[in-house]
């Protein structure tokens, strides 16, 4: 068992020419934590990455480990693990030698040490009897689980992963998520794992870093990001999301009346800050928490009228697209209740006041 | 839509029937040319060293039996071998910046390294002799500097040959083993980093064994381009320097002796084919064109 290094970034900056691909971030990696960069592409969260590793230095602002500055220390010398996207495993060594680079490089074991280490981390990504194949006689997956095993091996405090699942298909995909958070358990490293994939980085982080255009858009646990999203694209980017903007024209204890763009009222959880009367707001309403009611019974709750227009089967959910008065919405409802809705039909859309979530006023423009 | 898939897919296969036949006629222009202007003077020439007042292998027993002719081919061997040499220590340090710069240096260093091109060999090699004559620039630098006090014989001799054969052959060198460095995923030297390794033990470890292929492969060209070298070793060369394509110029032209000339000719053509092959089993030059090991 390691323990972890935490890690510090300082005000963090990286330029391309003109391009500021990481803008003066700060943040707080906890030893020995799971840490998600998740965004879209030139989100900067790879460049952040690369700052951490050290192939790239900074601009302006500082990385630290455990509190002492790094950027004046070469990559080969802070002591990482570092699992690339497209695995850069060396072709000409076998998966032995390739796993044991990193303990030749930095540790003067007898053979026979070095051998009962390789072994040792073989079976914890469960990987063995496969030690004197070359890399491209390999699985993908396999040559996954050699990457893992090579950044392992040494125990290093820090574990820097890049999309490392980003080739394997969906079923082996979840398949490492599970063992990842195993291994990260296991071996107490802190890990820094980079996505776009929001899948990944709810199942797998103790916190997710959601970047954009080189910022930070907001860092919490997946449930913190899922539940109270601090802005529309972090709503939009974890999960999906309806999304309803309006003006608030009553506010009490605990709800908000918020007034749509066509003039439907609903209503909506009071969020911490709550905002003042007449000012405008985006009502955030997860699909799962929607449900779609066939006919006229009497209803409960806000319930708004439509029209579907696509129903997509998914086996365990069915997406039910919804035309409203007030724009697309999206419903995902238990995989058979949809069997009867076609196209067409007229239905309404409802959800409990308490699903229905205010985003603070984060656009500043 | 489903006659939009169907008419999409005839397309698709009416597009690789047309497809079937152009590559072959765009080939036949250089197909006609070379079959004119190589293959069938290669017949003429293969006739000829057969040919001595009717069929016979008379003229390939002179050339191995001869002792004049042998030692031709051992210091054509012996120069392409020090010129190749020469060519590989030059050059992978330059190729290696080359596959490592950034993109403007890059492209500075190219045209660097192809600025020789445009000047002709023809020129390259007697400027080579105003250079490294008896009283040539480098003598008289290294005698006012006091360092020799006689000229040294460097003209003349088999390494002024190299020396010229070597400033001719580098460019060709330095790109073929670029070409194959650019090969090399820099992800690669990047996670040799990231697990602990040196730059200089990333070198050693990683980027010089995956460079092999590319070495064995522009030692290869080097080497077979300078077994047929001509002007270079005639205007450079002393007597005992005397390479094969010289041989080849003197028995046909001095000696009027065609079929001899033809005989030394196929004997380099079978040398440096019989080269490529054998070379290709051990190091798999196929990689260099892209081609699976």
């Known amino acids: 068992m390691t323990s972890g290094a935490a890690v510090t970034l300082e005000r963090l900056t990286k330029r391309f020419g003109a391009v500021v691909a990481v803008d003066r971030i700060s943040l707080e990696v906890p030893s020995g934590s799971f840490i998600t960069f998740l965004g879209p592409s030139g989100s900067g969260k790879t460049t952040t990455l690369n700052l951490i590793a050290g192939f790239l230095e900074p601009d302006a602002g500082e990385v630290f480990f455990d509190g002492r500055p790094v950027s004046r220390t070469p990559t080969h010398r802070r002591e990482l693990g570092m699992v690339f996207q497209s695995y850069a495993l060396f072709p000409h060594m076998t998966v032995f030698d390739n796993v044991a680079f990193p303990l030749r490089m930095r540790q003067h074991l007898a053979p026979s040490e070095l051998a009962r280490a390789v072994d040792a981390t073989l079976t914890l990504v469960r990987l063995t009897g496969l030690e004197r194949r070359y890399p491209r006689q390999l699985s993908g997956g396999q040559q996954q689980r050699v990457a893992m095993a090579r950044a392992l091996v040494s125990r290093p405090r820090l574990l820097l992963m890049d999309e490392p699942l980003g080739a394997l298909d969906k079923k082996l995909r979840e398949q490492m998520q599970i063992e990842m958070k195993t291994i990260h358990r296991a071996v107490g490293s802190t890990f820094v794992y980079v996505t776009h994939d929001q899948g990944e980085a709810l199942a797998m982080s103790d916190l997710v870093v959601v970047m954009r255009d080189g910022r930070i858009e907001q860092v919490g646990s997946p449930r913190e990001l899922y539940n109270a999203p601090a802005n529309e694209f972090v709503a939009d980017f974890l999960g999906s999301a309806n999304l309803l903007g309006g003006q608030v024209t009553a506010r009490s204890d605990d709800t908000l009346a918020v007034t749509l763009a066509g003039g439907t009222t609903i209503y909506a959880a009071m969020p911490r800050d709550a905002p003042a009367a007449g000012s405008r707001v985006t009502v955030l309403v997860r699909p799962e928490d929607v449900d779609v009611v066939v006919g006229d019974r009497a209803p409960r709750g806000d319930v708004l009228a439509g029209k579907v227009r696509e129903v997509i089967y998914l086996g365990e959910t069915t997406r039910v697209v919804v035309d409203t008065g007030e724009g697309v919405l999206v419903a995902r409802i238990a995989g058979q209740r949809g069997d009867d809705l076609v196209p067409g039909d007229t239905v309404g859309v409802r959800w409990a006041a308490a699903a229905a979530r205010v985003l603070p006023s984060s656009t500043p423009a | ?293």
């Open chain 2, 1 to 293: 839509m489903g006659s939009g898939r169907r008419s999409r897919a005839a397309l698709e296969h009416a597009r690789v029937k047309r497809a079937g036949a152009l590559p072959w006629l765009l080939l036949g222009p250089i197909a006609v040319w070379n079959a004119v202007f190589f293959i069938v003077p290669l017949a003429v020439m293969i006739g000829h060293s057969v040919n001595d007042h009717g069929l016979s292998l008379a003229r390939y027993r002179d050339l191995f039996t001869t002792p004049l002719y042998l030692s031709v081919m051992q210091t054509t061997f012996e120069i392409s071998l020090l010129v190749t040499l020469g060519c590989l220590l030059l050059g992978y340090p330059v190729a290696y910046r080359l596959a490592t710069a950034g993109p403007r240096a890059r492209t500075l260093m190219l045209a660097l390294v192809l600025l020789p091109y445009w000047l002709d060999y023809i020129v390259r090699s007697y400027s080579w002799m105003v250079l490294l004559g008896r009283m040539g620039l480098v003598n008289r630098t290294l005698i006012d500097l006091g360092l020799i006090g006689a000229p040294l014989a460097i003209l003349y001799t088999r390494w002024s040959v190299a020396i010229g054969m070597i400033q001719i052959l580098l460019p060709l060198m330095v790109l073929t083993l670029y070409a194959a460095m650019l090969r090399i995923d820099t992800s690669l030297l990047q996670a040799a980093a990231a697990h602990g390794a040196s730059p200089s033990a990333s070198f050693w470890r990683v980027f010089f064994p995956l460079s092999l292929p590319g070495v064995y492969g522009a030692c290869l060209l080097t080497f077979v381009t300078s077994l047929g070298f001509y002007i270079t070793p005639a205007l450079l060369g002393g007597r005992k320097d005397t390479m094969i394509s010289q041989l080849i110029v003197t028995v046909s032209t001095d000696m009027l002796d065609w079929s001899l000339a033809s005989a030394v000719s196929v004997l380099l053509l079978v040398v440096s084919l019989a080269i490529v092959v054998v070379y290709n089993r051990f190091f798999s030059i196929d990689r260099l064109w892209g081609g699976r090991a």
